[in-house]
């Protein structure tokens, strides 16, 4: 059975920093693409940033500079790190593993106050 689980999201000031942690299990994860996507109310579910099975990353330009994405092989889990928090990243972001299928997690709420 496959699982795939977001944590680390909470509430931070603007200009804060968290790092969100996604744990796959039941894929053979090194193969898989993961990506963070987030929602926000009322809008369209946006990449925040991906990473391939080989390591290359992409990010959104609203997150650039500002956001890493990296991954842990030997953990099964991709990792998010957050700076500068601006209040418009609030949103509920969400894990997503693909490869020969696509998995997502419930994800995690992240809110940024001003």
């Not at 931070?12 to 039941?26: D, M």
């Amino acid at each position: 059975q496959v699982h795939v689980v977001e944590s680390g999201g909470g509430l931070v000031q603007a200009g804060g920093s968290l790092r969100l942690s996604c744990a796959a299990s039941g894929i053979f994860f090194r193969f898989y693409a993961m990506a963070w996507y987030r929602q926000a109310p009322g809008k369209q579910r946006e990449l925040v940033a991906n990473i391939t099975s080989s390591g290359s990353v992409n990010y959104a330009d609203s997150v650039k500079g500002r956001f890493t994405i990296s991954r842990d092989n030997t953990k099964n889990t991709v990792y998010l790190q957050m700076n500068s928090l601006k209040p418009e990243d609030t949103a509920v972001y969400l894990c997503n593993a693909e490869w020969r299928n696509d998995y997502w997690g419930q994800g995690t709420q992240v809110t940024v106050s001003s």
